[in-house]
């Protein structure tokens, strides 16, 4: 679920990986570049076990 002022989303469901972008973000370009890189960085570090969703948090 997104958040308010929230403009990219990422979800995982067995081990199937969505990224979900607000579509006013898809106006700057590099605004896209920047929401996916923080999304795939979800996907590389918690979704793939690489550090503890705890972790994740706790750096937030």
């Known amino acids: ?4 002022g ?7 469901s067995d081990r199937h990986f ?9 106006e700057d370009p590099l605004n896209v570049i920047a929401i996916l890189a923080h999304e ?9 076990r690489r550090i503890s969703p705890d972790e994740e948090i706790r750096n937030r």
């Open 1 to 4: 679920m997104m958040t308010e």
């Open 18 to 26: 969505d990224i979900w972008l607000e579509l006013h973000s898809l």
């Open 40 to 48: 795939i960085g979800h996907v590389i570090l918690p979704g793939q």
């Open 6 to 12: 929230s403009v990219g989303l990422y979800s995982e």
